[in-house]
C-alpha cells in the first residue's frame, strides 16, 4: 500500500502532511516526532525517502514519523528556519530536540534517533548536526 505524491513514492509509516496536520503533531507529545522536511524537486530528498521509510517501519508506533513540502507550506519552514533540504527535525514534548541536514542511510537516521530519543550516543559520522541545548 504505497501512495504517490508528484513522483516521490511514500510508504504508510511516514505520512505527508499538511502545517496545521505538523503543528498539531509537534503538540502531540505522546510520542517522539521526526519530521523530514523536503521538496519534490530535490535529488536528496528522493534518496532519504526510502531510508527515512526502513527506520520508521522499524519503529513502529514508538516514534512517528511525517513529511512536509518545504515548497506547498514554505512559512512553516521559515518559521523552524529549515533552509537546506533534506533536513530532519527531531521533536519530544512539544519542543525542538534538534535537526540534522542532507540526505542519508538508514542507519545514520536511526542512530540520530537513538541519540535524540533513547539516550544513545552522539553520532559522530553525521556533519549537520545542530542540536537545541535551551532548557
Known sequence: ???????????????????????????????????????EWCGPCRLIAPQLEKVAEEYGDKVKFVKIDTDEYDEIASTLRVYALPTLCFFEGAKALGRVEGAMMAPKIKSMVEFSFFGGPKPDDIDTIYINEQE
Do not use: H, K
Open 1 to 39: 500500500r504505497e501512495a504517490r505524491m508528484g513522483g516521490l513514492r511514500m510508504g504508510e509509516n511516514v505520512q505527508v502532511v499538511s502545517a496545521e496536520e505538523l503543528e498539531l503533531a509537534i503538540q502531540d507529545s505522546t510520542v517522539p516526532l521526526v519530521v523530514d522536511f523536503y521538496t
